[in-house]
């Protein structure tokens, strides 16, 4: 007992001087460890009240909010009510009536991020495909947006009652939204920008399967457990979403030029999930204004951890979290530019 307890205050003290060191007010991270699960919180959920961060906090998973999403597509695969591979334009209508190659984008390709389409559009990026659907991977929001079209049309509900019936109630996800809720006013994180000023609280009205997930490091644990169980999935598609479908291009997740890109050694993209398949975990990350997340989980060990920050500079302290909790060589880190 005594050496759990030493080892516990190691880790607090190793945590606490990351979050200070980068400037992160607070933390809450979900840890399960063979059969053993916690959850730790750690600073204020905001630095104009002082407010501390406990296990209740609800923060915004930012993109974690997709693979909750994948798991959705996955069980409508499994049930036959959704081809991964039938072009989404039958069930969404077109996506870039102008452009051709969008009609042919599918399930698969949202899933693996190989649509061709842009992260977002924006003025010098206007929404198309940039290559031939399911020819590379280039990381798109916008794909996942099309895809929630596509859910949408076919279950004739909106997404958050899907990902509710299907996901959350099944889970017992039971302080996880895609959209706002009033319960959520008393305990939620507040983003904080490099500078250390508060972000406006987003307050989603309307689901958006790319960002709008609204939880707990505790229920996103339960999500991040059942995904290396393969609950609620058939065994091919638990087994399928953990496949490596695509490369990653090199130093960077939007690839949208016309040349291919040199690829990323180790470091691939399934239905869903990051991948690396020579140390057999699986990875996610987000960033929402002022506000960050991260998983990390080896199904094999049972080993995984999710982290929520609410600051945008969060993502700076997750190496020093793997190097305690998972370590060794984690080719995800330096793809995504966190290295200590």
């Known amino acids: 007992m005594r050496n759990l307890r030493s080892k516990k205050k190691i880790f607090d003290t190793h945590i606490s001087e990351l979050m200070k060191s980068a400037s ?21 959920r905001s630095i104009e009240t002082g407010a501390p961060v406990n296990s209740a906090t609800v923060f915004e998973a930012a993109s974690l909010s997709k693979p909750v999403v994948v798991h959705v ?34 399930a698969r390709h949202v899933l693996s991020h190989t649509t061709g389409l842009p992260n977002w559009r ?17 990381y798109s929001g916008e794909g996942f947006v099309y895809l929630q079209s596509a859910l949408e049309s076919l279950a004739g509900d909106p997404l958050d009652v899907i990902v509710r019936r299907r996901v959350f109630e099944p889970l017992g996800m039971r302080s996880s939204s895609f959209i706002w809720r009033d319960s959520f006013n008393d305990n939620a994180a507040f983003g904080h920008d490099r500078e250390g000023n508060i972000e406006d609280k987003f ?36 087994r399928l979403w953990m496949e490596p479908q695509v490369p990653t291009p090199n130093g960077r997740f939007e690839a949208l030029e ?78 995504l530019g966190l290295s200590r």
Not at 208 to 235: C, I, P, Q, R
Request: charged share 15%.
């Open 73 to 106: 597509a996955l069980q409508l695969a499994d049930d036959g009510k959704l081809d991964l591979d039938e072009p989404l334009s039958r069930l969404a209508g077109p996506l870039v009536p102008l452009d051709p190659a969008s009609a042919t984008i599918t």
């Open 24 to 44: 992160v007010p607070g933390l809450s991270i979900f840890i399960a460890e063979g059969g053993s699960e916690e959850i730790r919180a750690f600073g204020v």
């Open 122 to 138: 924006h003025s010098d990026v206007p929404l198309r495909t940039y290559f031939p659907p399911g020819s590379r991977f280039s």
């Open 203 to 238: 307050k989603p009205d309307r689901a958006n399967a790319a960002f709008s997930l609204h939880t707990t490091a505790g229920d996103y644990g339960k999500f991040v457990v059942a995904a290396m169980d393969g609950a609620l999935l058939s065994e091919r598609a638990a």
């Open 258 to 335: 016309s040349t291919p890109p040199d690829t990323e050694t180790g470091v691939y993209w399934g239905l869903g999930w990051g991948l690396e398949p020579d140390v057999k975990t699986f990875f996610h990350w987000g960033a929402n204004p002022g506000m960050t997340s991260f998983v990390l989980a080896t199904p094999a060990g049972r080993n995984a951890f999710v982290a929520f920050m609410n600051s945008d500079l969060g993502l700076n302290i997750v190496p020093g979290i793997v190097e305690r909790i998972m370590p060794g060589q984690h080719p995800a880190l330096s793809w």
